[in-house]
């Protein structure tokens, strides 16, 4: 039986949000908790939304993988 994943599962309109800032290209401030418990900022766009291992993330222009359930808070610029 393959592990079980911590991943929390993210609100749906959480996730559509995401979709249209994709969709639009818009310019992100991104605060998220790595999985080392550190806080990061990161300004930049999403590029893509993928599950990987029964978890989502979001794919940022500079080619960061964020996982949605360690995501903070997001800005527009």
């Not at 249209?20 to 991104?30: D, P, S």
């Not at 590029?47 to 360690?70: C, G, M, V």
């Amino acid at each position: 039986m393959p592990p079980k994943s911590d991943y929390q599962c993210v609100d749906c309109a959480f996730y559509d949000q995401l979709e249209i800032y994709a969709m639009h290209r818009k310019t992100l401030i991104i605060r998220y908790i790595t999985v080392d418990g550190i806080v990061q900022t990161s300004t930049t766009q999403i590029k893509d939304l993928q599950t990987r291992n029964k978890a989502e993330f979001i794919i940022t222009s500079t080619a960061e993988w964020i996982r949605l359930d360690r995501i903070e808070k997001i800005e527009e610029l």
